[in-house]
Each structure stands twice: as C-alpha cells, then as structure tokens.
C-alpha cells in the first residue's frame, strides 16, 4: 500500500515548527515516530498535505531533572523509556516496555501516545496514574495541562491544533514510591490491551501506611481514566490484602466497559478486578524494595 502524496518538512526549532503550524493550519500534521500517523496515510483515514516532522526539535528530546521533578521529552521513544534511568518510574517503564513489539518500540514516541490518546494506550496509562502533567507549546506561548483532565476521548485531547506537546512533568522517583502494572491482551506481543491497568502507591516512612495512591485503567472508557474509589480505598490505610481488595472491588466498579468484538463487558469488568489487585501487590513490592535499598 503506498503512501499519498504530501509536502515534507524539516523544521529545525520550536517556533519555526509552531510557526508552520500556524501558516498551514489543519492541512499540516506533526510527524514523531509515524507508527500511527503513517499507518493512518496508508489506509486514507488522514490526508494532510504536509507533515512536519518534529525530529529537529531539540526543545523535544532529553530528560531532565530539577528540584525533585523530572521533565521527559516528547520525542522520548518506548525503547528509551523501557531502559529505564534515574529519572524514568519504574512505572512508567514497564508500560513502555509492554507497547507493541521492539520494532515499534523504537519508533514510538511518548508525545505520539500521548496525542492519539488510546484507550488502552501504554504509555498514558502509567503517566496518569504518575499524576504527569503534559506541556502543550502553542502560538500564544505554554501551557501545563494535569493528564487527569487532558484525556477527552478516544484520539481527542484537549490540545488545539496548533499546539505541539513539547515534554511531560512529573515527580522525580524517590524511595518508597512503587509502581505496578498489568496488561491482558489476546496475545503475548503486539496486542492493543483488552484491560491495562496502572497503579502507584507512595507510602509513609514506616512503610506500611499508604501516603498517597492512583490506579489508572485503560480499555474500559473512551480514554484512559483513573479510579477516585480505588484511591480512597487506600490512602491512609494499611498497604495490605484487605485495603487492595477494597480497592480493586472500586475500581470494578468505576470501570465503564462495553462489549465489543474482542471481550464482553462483563469480562472486561472481571479483569480491572484482577489485574489491579496485581498490579497494587506489584506496586508495595516495589515501593518497599525501594524504602530498603535507601536504609
Ligand atoms: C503494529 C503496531 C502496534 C502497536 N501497539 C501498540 C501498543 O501495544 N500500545 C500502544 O499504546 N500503542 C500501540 N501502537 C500505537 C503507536 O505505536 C503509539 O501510539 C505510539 O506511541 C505513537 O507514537 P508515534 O511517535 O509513532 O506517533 P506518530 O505516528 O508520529 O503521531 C501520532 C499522532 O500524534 C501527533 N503527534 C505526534 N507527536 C506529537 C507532538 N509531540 N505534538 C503534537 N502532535 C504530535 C501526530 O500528528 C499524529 O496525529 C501500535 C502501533 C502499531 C503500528
């Protein structure tokens, strides 16, 4: 299948990108990795005129970490991500790791999953449940927009057109914090989730109480949604079986799955129970493996 024909270019900062933008309007779209937006040309659901590829933009690439935050740039790839680092959760890398197969994964960029905005996408659903916040550069200069509210449904975002996501703000990671997550496809690899599900605990210096929690869900809502129950299921309560339980059993139920081709609602349903009870036993492992390696 080959590509329709389109205008090419290379812009080499973020105003000149923005500029374009602006100039060439709804008939130009921004080009990170292509994974979806090339797929989408090569079965006509997208005609733009010009792509722009972001790949010059320096202001895009690199993290960085400052003042107990970390700033990740939207060029970022799964691959980068999945390696981890010190200024990557440990969430964050698993979902990365757990998106597509490693050829993807090295194209995929962390702004492009964040604009198309899946349901069930791998990389947003760790980042919500991280409380990320996302920087949207537009002709009127920058705004921060908390992931938890940006999300709008499957592929809209409240970003505008003329905006280019430029990076993602979230905490730095730090000892007793710990992150699980899960994903139950219909196969192993190269699956989009039928149910994913992230979970974040920070937990208090006696590490056992939990001092903050956020479990995201995904394929169960047009876009990925965090469960305010499974939260105050947790918070300030024992880190333990009863507390999860409660909380998975909220999560359930907050979840708003529809049937479909690949799996009943019901299922679906069944599944946030299971896999965010795993996913917060994966979470307290690792915010105490944390705590000890700090001691
Ligand atoms: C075979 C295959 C398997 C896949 N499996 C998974 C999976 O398991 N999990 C999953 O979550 N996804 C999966 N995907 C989807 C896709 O890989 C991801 O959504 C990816 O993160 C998109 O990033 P990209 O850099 O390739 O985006 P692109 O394709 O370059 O762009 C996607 C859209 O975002 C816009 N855009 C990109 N970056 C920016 C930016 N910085 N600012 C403004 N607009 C921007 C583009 O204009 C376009 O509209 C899969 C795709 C394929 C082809």
Redesign the pocket.
Known sequence: MLLPSFDYYRPQSLPEALSLLGEMGEDA???????????NLKLKKLAPKVLLD?GGLEE?KGNRADDGLVSLG??DT?SRLASGGPEVPGLLAMGAG????PQ?RN???????L??A?P?????LPLLALGAKAVLAGPNGEREVALDGYFKGPGYTV?EAG????RVILDAPRPGVGGGYQKLGLRQA????LVNVAAHLELEDDGKTVALARVALGAVAPFPMLSPGAASALIGKPAQETCFSEAAEAAAAEARPIDDHRGSAAYRRDMVRTLTLRALRQALSQAQGNQEAQA
């Open positions: 779209r921004p080009l990170a990795g292509g994974t979806d937006l090339l797929v972001l895009l939207a060029l799964a757990a998106l597509g197969s993807v194209r995929a960029t962390l702004g492009g999953n604009v198309t899946r069930a996408a791998d990389i947003c970003k905006e280019i996501l430029t190269m699956e989009i989730a």
